[in-house]
Nanobody, 117 residues
Framework: QVQLVESGGGLVQPEGSLRLSCVAS????????MGWYRQAPGKQRELVAG???????NYADSVKGRFTISRTNAKNAVYLQMNSLKPEDTAVYYC???????????WGQGTQVTVSS
């Protein structure tokens, strides 16, 4: 199995920046995709940014040009650089990994991002 530990959330003013980190451990060779999701109060969890199994990246329209996802070649960490943050980016952010091993999808514990003046 794969275990995930997230860090980097916090309170930031509008137009500020934050960098989220997610470190993976365990059966890293089983990882086929990595990404970040978020869930705001009263809303469904949504994909923010991710790497597909082929290595391509995709972003939610709402974050394109402001957020950048990156990862290590060893797939033991994935990062989300968030710039020009807006109040509507406020949410709990979750790291997500898809694996060839049961349970096939693993979630991090979540980290709160609050954008407010």
């Amino acid at each position: 199995q794969v275990q995930l530990v997230e860090s980097g959330g916090g309170l930031v003013q509008p137009e500020g920046s934050l960098r989220l980190s997610c470190v993976a451990s365990g059966r890293l060779s089983s990882i086929i995709a990595m990404g970040w999701y978020r869930q705001a109060p009263g809303k469904q969890r949504e994909l923010v940014a991710g790497f597909s199994s082929g290595g391509s990246t995709n972003y939610a329209d709402s974050v394109k040009g402001r957020f950048t996802i990156s990862r290590t070649n060893a797939k033991n960490a994935v990062y989300l650089q968030m710039n020009s943050l807006k109040p509507e980016d406020t949410a709990v952010y979750y790291c997500n990994v898809k694996s060839t091993l049961f349970p096939y999808e693993i979630w991090g514990q979540g980290t709160q991002v609050t954008v407010s003046s």
